[in-house]
């Protein structure tokens, strides 16, 4: 099992931009398998923004234009660029790996077998 560390996380002002970086740990290869980010704030359930597997992307209707997920599986790194950032995007940032075949941002988070520990994003108005 891997050890996942997100980064990139910051106070930025609303319509602001930030990208996130998921680095696996060395011993670790990323596969095509299913990867998101979710985020997860005080008063909100944990919910993906995004998800890839293999060449599909999805994104939750509220990030849907404006976050952009991309995977190096080179670099065994995952991203998430937000654009237009708002105060609702506020929240604990976390990556996940190895989720289940045909993922999507509704797949049941339990789902995923690897998490990391999560990145602050705070978008202030």
């Known amino acids: 099992q891997a050890d996942l560390v997100e980064s990139g996380g910051d106070s930025v002002q609303a319509g602001g931009s930030l990208r996130l970086s998921c680095i696996a740990s060395?011993?670790?290869?990323?596969?095509?398998?299913?990867m998101a980010w979710s985020r997860h704030s005080p008063r909100k359930s944990r919910v993906a923004v995004a998800t890839?597997?293999?060449?599909?992307?999805n994104y939750a209707d509220s990030v849907e234009g404006r976050f952009t997920i991309s995977r190096d599986n080179a670099k065994n790194t995952l991203y998430l660029q937000m654009n237009s950032l708002q105060p609702e995007d506020s929240a604990m940032y976390y990556c996940?790996?190895?989720?289940?075949?045909?993922?999507?941002?509704?797949?049941?988070?339990?789902?995923?077998?690897?998490w990391g520990q999560g990145t602050q994003v705070t978008v202030s108005s």
């Open positions: 060395s011993g670790y290869t990323f596969t095509d398998r299913c």
């Open positions: 996940a790996a190895e989720g289940p075949r045909n993922c999507n941002a509704r797949t049941d988070l339990h789902r995923f077998h690897t």
């Open positions: 890839t597997e293999g060449f599909d992307l």
